[in-house]
């Protein structure tokens, strides 16, 4: 039975991997950023095991987690949690630039780090769910497709320190994908929300599957998935 963390895992694709993962029988870790959040995702996914951290603060999660109990082996470690803030340069205070940053970059390294070892252990798998802005940005996405270029760069120096070490590492990216997270999008953009133009996540999550369950004589690097509508 392989053991997996995952973020984001309340909403979204995050949500949709851990129920795929929960139906087959593996062994879930969900990360929370307080302990009422942990209680809803255990509600939600009977069979998990929770663990409290704030993304929003990546300096105390290695202090966070001292006082829980870490999977001693993991099997992926899968990054999806994310955050955006819309808005141009010239506007955008410091205050969303920081958040940003920390949630979408500073946390999935220091995540990485500190669990490491468990992966190491069973040769397990990082994936980063990065996105279309982690390829191209645009005007008013800079800090979010900043934090997102970082993320392929995080991704990418790690695939090869880690590959000696059996670890595998896969970026993916996805257009937009009808979340939740797409619908304060458009309401930032000011436009009509229409969750049937965009990606299911269930599409995104049949990717990252793919690349997890992918025989141990390949490794998925990258995989960019863009809406079929």
Do not use: C
Not at 169 to 176: F, K, L
């Amino acid at each position: 039975m392989a053991a997996h963390l995952i973020t984001g895992a309340g909403s979204g694709i995050g949500a949709v991997l851990a129920e795929r993962l929960a139906e087959r029988g593996d062994e879930l870790w969900l990360l929370a950023r307080d302990a009422r959040r942990a209680a809803q995702l255990r509600e939600r996914f009977p069979t998990a095991r929770t663990l409290v951290g704030d993304l929003g603060d990546p300096a105390k999660l290695s202090w966070a987690f001292g006082h829980q109990a870490l999977p001693v082996e993991l099997d992926s470690l899968l990054h999806i949690a994310g955050v955006v803030e819309l808005g141009p340069v010239g506007e955008l205070p410091v205050k969303a630039w920081q958040e940003t940053l920390n949630v979408n970059l500073v946390a999935p390294a220091e995540l990485t780090r500190l669990l490491l070892p468990s992966l190491r252990l069973v040769k397990g798998h990082v994936v980063f769910v990065n996105s279309g802005a982690g390829l191209n940005a645009h005007g008013d996405w800079s800090a979010y497709a900043a934090s997102k270029h970082g993320l392929k760069a995080l991704a990418d120096a790690l695939r090869q320190e880690e590959h000696g070490n059996g670890v595998r590492v896969t970026s993916v990216y996805p257009g937009r994908v009808a979340t939740a997270m797409q619908v304060k999008v458009h309401q930032q953009e000011g436009k009509e929300y229409d969750a049937d133009r965009w990606i299911d996540p269930e599409s995104v999550v049949k990717a990252l599957l793919t690349a997890l369950d992918l025989p141990r004589d390949a490794e998925i690097t990258d995989v960019t998935v863009r809406p079929g509508r």
